[in-house]
């Protein structure tokens, strides 16, 4: 069984930090790429950040281009989201994903990801 733990989420002020993370377990983390997406109330699902399995490649949305970092350790089945100067409308649930297919560098869609995490509640004060 496939489980993936995220950590790390909170209340910071606006220009903070947070660090997010997600461990994986019931599976060979290594071999596929892994994700953070965020949601809040009354709106889709929108992709964060996204690195390949060997942490080589890393694919940013615009929003959070510059502020936020993506990184993997394969030895902990662990992948890290480091965000810097948040904003309030950096306010969401953050979801870990791990993706459905080794084959695929990078993934950036919900369909590329077969398995989430419960979510971890971020939020930014002005």
């Known amino acids: 069984q496939v489980q993936l733990v995220e950590s790390g989420g909170g209340l910071v002020q606006a220009g903070g930090s947070l660090r997010l993370s997600c461990v994986v377990s019931?599976?060979?983390?290594?071999?596929?790429?892994m994700g953070w997406f965020r949601q809040t109330p009354g709106k889709e699902r929108e992709f964060v950040a996204a690195?390949?399995?060997?942490?080589?490649?890393?694919y940013y949305a615009d929003s959070v281009k510059g502020r936020f970092t993506i990184s993997r350790d394969n030895a902990k089945n662990t992948v890290h989201l480091q965000m810097n100067s948040l904003k309030p409308e950096d306010t969401a649930v953050y979801y870990c994903a791990a993706g459905r297919n080794p084959s695929l560098t990078i993934a950036t869609t919900e369909f590329e990801y077969n398995y989430w995490g419960q979510g971890t509640q971020v939020t930014v004060s002005s």
């Open positions: 019931g599976r060979t983390f290594s071999r596929y790429p």
């Open positions: 690195i390949s399995w060997s942490g080589g490649t890393t």
